[in-house]
């Protein structure tokens, strides 16, 4: 059992449907025969949600630190001593105050590699604010908390895989934030990210445009001429596979996604609504570039179906299955390479191989 996978997971906001979510892909049994599962919340806050669910027969395993975790239970470490007033489907400020002790605390083991993962479940980015976070989301956090340099926000799903040049930014702000360099970088981190987490040889990546039509050859914008299509030619000298810049209704309308393994959309809307429209309830958010392996599901706090028992686990499940698949892929692959034994230039990977040579 030592070789199963530790998930670490912040509950969200308590007043949201992250709590509801958790305890129900966590009632799974099946979920304990591919991880660890350790949630970073409160006991007490947990019966509260329980209760409302009427999940009479689930309880969790209490430790004090990740290393006592039960790989046949669902583990949980308290991260606070005092009481929490719930209310369900409120954004309020102790929705972002629980949030922000369970995603450090989680962190924190994170980073000290006392998990192997972490997912996310869903905060209030306007609760949450205070001195200790001063950050658009999850992902910009965590960047920071890693010492990354970059990051790419990577929606992941069976179908379709799509990531952002330009994140949680406002909209008039897009078309000065995307640059050259940025557009190559994020086609680095696309094409890392599918050779390394999805095990993808040779990734073909398509590109976005940001005007209506890709500009129509300048005709509603230059963005596409001087910006967009330099940076896709200097990302496919360097050996990635990028085409584009495509215009965006059709290139999804038509079925052309289909035809790649991923696609950099220029920013958020762009990328998120026809992601989110094709496969919402599968959805999942990955965070590219970072150190560690950080999932969430595809989804925000569900205010208004808090605490009815209405809320979907399946984007929540694909968020764990997805970070224990990326974990392994990565563990495989370092194996591998730890493996090779190189003779006269040639990489050997097996015994059987290193037998062959020698004869």
Known sequence: MSDKVKIGISIGDVNGIG???????????????YCTPIVYGHTKVASFHRKSLHMNDFAFNVIGSADAANPRKANMINCWEEDVKIELGQA?????????LSLQKATDDLLAGAIDALVTAPIN????????FNFPGHTEYLQERSGSNDVLMFLISDSLRVG????HIPVKEVPQAITQEKIVKKLQLINDSLKKDFWIEKPKIAVLGLNPH????????????E?????????????????????????FGNGTYKQFDAVLAMYHDQGLIPFKTIAFSTG???????????????????????????????????????AIHIVKHRR????????????????????????????
């Not at 980015?125 to 200790?132: A, C, F, P, R, Y």
């Not at 569900?302 to 605490?307: L, P």
């Open 125 to 132: 980015k306007n609760n949450i604010q205070s001195e200790n």
């Open 284 to 322: 999942v958010n990955y965070t590219a570039g970072l150190k560690f392996v950080r999932t969430s599901p595809d989804h925000g706090t569900g205010y208004d179906i808090a605490g009815k028992n209405l809320a979907d686990p399946t984007s929540f499940m694909e968020a764990l299955f997805a």
């Open 164 to 167: 952002v040049v330009t994140g």
């Open 92 to 100: 309020n400020e102790t929705g972002g105050k629980y949030a922000l």
């Open 332 to 359: 495989e692959q370092e194996a591998m390479l730890g493996n090779q034994l190189k003779t006269g230039g040639k990489i050997i990977e097996t015994a059987a191989d290193v037998k062959d040579d020698a004869n």
């Open 227 to 251: 910006i967009i299509s330099p940076a896709i030619q200097a990302a496919f000298d360097k050996g990635i596979i990028c085409f584009g810049p495509y215009p965006a209704d059709g290139f």
């Open 214 to 225: 890709a500009s129509d050859n300048g005709l509603l914008g230059k963005e596409e001429q």
């Open 19 to 33: 709590l509801e979510v958790i305890l129900k892909t966590l009632a799974e049994q099946k979920i304990l025969d």
